[in-house]
């Protein structure tokens, strides 16, 4: 007897909505919402992660570049597992693959399932 294994679900598209945030529709049919600044904080290249475990420092002075409000410049795929966002200030080096991306939903039946969960 064999199973058989459902194909991985992927993006069918992918547009920006406003000036403020990602929607991507999977085939699936699940249509994800994504905040840029979400997606920001939730970069996932070592430096961010390092960035996010380190405790924070009161004596920080911010660059010109973390006063304007950040958005992407590009949004380019990754072969068929993952997307690199480069973003305004220069930060490209996190590749969100589509397992993360499909995680960092934030749609109100995705919210609502992640605040039951905690």
Known sequence: MSTS???PVKPV???????DRLVIVWSDGHRSEYHWTHLREHCP?????????????PLRILKPAEL?????VAFTPIGYYAYKITW???????????????????????????????
Do not use: I
């Open 5 to 7: 294994v459902p194909p």
């Open 13 to 19: 598209s992918l547009s920006k909505q406003g000036d």
């Open 45 to 57: 290249c070592a430096g961010c992660r390092e960035e996010r475990l380190a405790p924070p420092n």
């Open 68 to 72: 304007a409000p950040l958005r992407p």
């Open 88 to 118: 305004s200030d220069g930060h490209d080096s996190g590749l969100f693959t589509l397992e993360t991306l499909r995680a960092l939903c934030e749609c109100p039946a995705c919210s609502k399932s992640t605040q039951a969960a905690k």
